[in-house]
């Protein structure tokens, strides 16, 4: 079970959103490399990159920053945000990112997912951002009418490594993880599903060490690590406990 702490980029600089509202990011770092190399520090070894802007403008827009964080640690890391051809998913691969995750394509373009797992297998993620059950795209801005179930099977036997699972309704809101759809998604695919959205407290972690989670890979934790309602160690201490 793995614990992402995660770091959003946007104009350079690590924030985190509310609800995916650009108008509503809250500055947490200006360095995002050092913010990267702090969490390696404090025993993370996996992180979750976001780059927010690239999301919005269908492109990677943050590219120095990812790469000065790719220089800077030894995190397995897995990036989102305007992933939208296979140019992109292998240059980022190339430069280092273990694993990328397609979010807006995997809903327009299908067949990308498909094209890019079977050449890079297990490098894939699927990202599924919903809004009351729908699945929202190009940074949230627009709502599919497609549920993330119908999206997940999909991808089935397609060889993606995993599915991350957002409700946007929580996503900085420090309410809580949806653990009742996160996990009702776990059950009904054989792909591993991470959870994302709201993580608030030591609570959302225990959550994962439960029976019902096992088939989760783990949780994306963002806020609750910036302003401390999530103590690091103390969280990594009952994930290792957990495995044991």
């Keep these: 079970m793995i614990l992402f702490p995660a770091i959003d980029l946007k104009d350079g600089l690590a924030v985190r959103l509310q609800q995916g509202d650009m108008a509503r990011a809250t500055v947490f770092s200006r360095d995002p490399a050092a913010q990267a190399h702090a969490f390696e520090t404090q025993g993370f070894r996996h992180l979750h990159v976001v780059d927010l802007d690239g ?16 220089e ?12 939208r051809d ?6 980022w691969l190339e430069k280092g990112v273990n ?7 995997a809903v327009r373009e299908p067949a990308l997912v498909k094209e890019a797992a079977k050449k890079f297998p297990k490098r894939i993620a699927v990202g599924l951002d919903a809004r009351d059950g729908k699945v929202a795209v ?19 036997d397609a060889g993606v490594a995993a599915i991350i699972y957002t409700d946007v309704a929580r996503d900085g809101m420090l309410q809580g993880i949806n653990w009742d759809a ?14 994302s959205g709201g993580l608030a407290s030591i609570e959302d972690v225990k959550r994962l060490t439960e029976p019902r989670a096992k088939k989760l890979e783990g949780a994306i934790a963002g806020r609750a690590l910036y302003d401390g309602r999530l103590d690091a160690a103390q969280a990594l201490k009952l994930l290792r406990a957990a495995r044991n």
């Design 86 to 91: 296979m140019k992109t998913v292998e240059g």
């Design 138 to 156: 190009e940074g949230w801005a627009e709502t599919s009418e497609l549920t993330v179930l119908d999206i997940a099977k999909r991808f089935e």
């Design 55 to 70: 999301a919005f403008a269908g492109k990677p827009m943050n590219v120095a920053a990812v790469e000065r964080i790719l």
């Design 182 to 195: 996160t996990i009702a998604l776990a059950d009904a695919i054989s792909i591993p599903v991470i959870a």
């Design 72 to 83: 800077s640690v030894g995190l397995c890391v897995q990036l989102g945000g305007g992933i």
């Design 99 to 105: 694993r990328v995750i397609i979010g807006t394509a």
